[in-house]
């Protein structure tokens, strides 16, 4: 009876919450959850199935939607958290949308969670598989320090007990590490291809520490960021050997990705993804190892993964005014710096002036509220020659720290304008794009959340919560 | 002209945007025309430091500071004292600021010992203090000064005797969110929790280090050109404002002291 009248209310506060524009809420889960406080569990008891929990830094989102691209082709029905709300009243909130008279009717549930949460929604969701894509240097100030958000997901492991099955990333030592002498049963992946890394460590350097001793970890190869092939000197701690391998990747620019699959008692298997960038490539084979551990054929994985469209991908094209609008969401340096590279990678119309950026930073709790981490993006390569940057409109909460990044990154002084309001700053970026250009937008967060929605007053873009939240995340 | 930094460990004490102050060093000797070069200095590396004019370390975790630790007790620790005392500016940052003291002891009790340059003690709290600072300084004498930055740590540190304060907090929790003084000054050395990165923000602080090192190089009172800081100067006033907006909102500490108010000792 309390659960049907959570449900009710949560459900009432969702329908409202809806007619007055706001999308993603956690309002309703919060609402409900006040009702019944063991609600999320007594809701996950419903699933046929269970729960998948993705967490990480960065490929949360894309890698469930891979995930459940595949798992709908194979005709399982889902309930996953798409707005990106993924504390616990979020999940609730999730669930809430997929019930029936107080009875959720899904087989599985895909819930991205943020680090500081695991342990939480591992207690709440007694989860089938978690999934661990990387550690990056993301809003520290959140979570204190790196060493504390790792810490978080060994105590949703712990949590598990033994149940279900853990996915780690063999290639981030400080992923990896969360498996080291642990029982019950975890699987590896990671990429084994040398030829698409580099000897060197070309991006900022993340943490690149052993974590049993505290030194130097050296590097065979570096894949993007400290991701690679590595090992302890002192011998103490090495990259496991990872059942789930990528081999072969040919990164075909912007056309997409292919890779060859290698799992335990399967034959290799030809995996093609639509959209660009190593990143994708673990996204893809993130998803794909918690697939064939749930049970999906690789052949009839690796074909869904194939039909998947580019509307997933990590940038979001919008036409507005007879410019092209690129809106690609950024919230640590590693992704900035991808990014980044995209961007300067595009190709240009000849005889253009250059391209223009619009960047938008806040420094609200969801886009971390310290700002220093844009001090560890190489803004610098705007400045190089080859970049052909016209200009660069920075805006946001803290529009005046970026402009001064960009200064301080030798980008010239009168190509960088400054300009808060995120409105204004629209206007002023658009109006300098010639019609039938790119205008490249790099929000954070809530920027991203604010500019869709001044977009979509315009009439340009569908509200966020119909095209599933965090469309650009890299 | 040419400066020559020393970063000490940037490798292991890179948190909170670091090399933000290095990079800051180094544009605003370019574009005066000095010339700027950043000599990066790890584990086990003997250094002679009477090759800098200036040293720089920011922060990290406990697991780097115990390394740190064990390489000032075995490498480097006498001789980046004898600089210091020598008159070498030097720009420590958070975790480096705790490891120029006397000890740093963890949240598991465990005492890291520093190199007791500065005679400061950290002690880890409980609760991690966060968020944006506003300090007034009276490091550049004859003014005062502002520094606007972002804080987060849990050590909390104690001045002795024989050290200055950096500054007053205005706003934020500063040393140990008690006493109301933030960082440590002492002879050319600037200690403090401040990060964000703090010199961008601060370009007084950045070009008052730059002075010391062409002091000590090329003779007191050596001239440093102005720079058009109208973009720094407004991102300074624009965190200053913000931060006091959030402060509005949240429970940011506020500082009791007088702005402007010096902690003063003879050293
Ligand atoms: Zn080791």
Redesign the pocket.
Known sequence: MRNLLAVWAGKATLGLSRRLGHGGSSLPGMVALRIQPALLLELARGLRRGTIIITGTNGKTTTARFLSTILEDAGLRLVHNRSGANLVAGLTSSFLEASRGGVVDADIALMEVDEATVPEAVRELRPLGLVVTNFFRDQLDRFGELDTTVSFIGRGLDAMQGHGFVALNADDPLVAYLGRGRGGHVVYYGVEDPASGSKVMTQTREQCQ?L????P?TYEVFYYGHLGRYG??????RRPAPGFRAGAVALGGSGGTAFTLSSPDRPDTQVRLPVPGLYNVYNGLAALTAALELGIPVERAAASLRRATASFGRMERIAMEGRSVLLALVKNPTGYNQVLRTILESGLPAGSPGRRLLMALNDKYADGTDVSWIWDVDFEVLAEPGAQVAGVVASGERAHDLAVRLKYAGVRRDQIQCVPDLGEALDLALGSTPAGETLFITPTYTAMLELRGIISRRGFAPQFWETGGEAAQP | MRLRVCHLYPDLMNLYGDRGNVITLTRRCLWRGIDLEVVPVGLGERVDFTRFDLLFMGGGQDKEQRLICDDFRQVKGTALAEAVEDGAAFLAICGAYQLLGRYYETGSGERLSGIGVLDVETRAGKKRMIGNVVVTSALDVGRTRTLVGFENHSGRTHLGPRVNALGNVCLGYGNNGEDGWEGAVYRNVVATYLHGSILPKNPWLADWLIAQALGRRYGEGTPLAPLDDTLERAAHDAAITHAESLARQDRTPRGRAVPGATRRVRT
């Open positions: 052993c049993v001793c505290g030194r970890l302890c000197p002192t011998g103490d701690f």
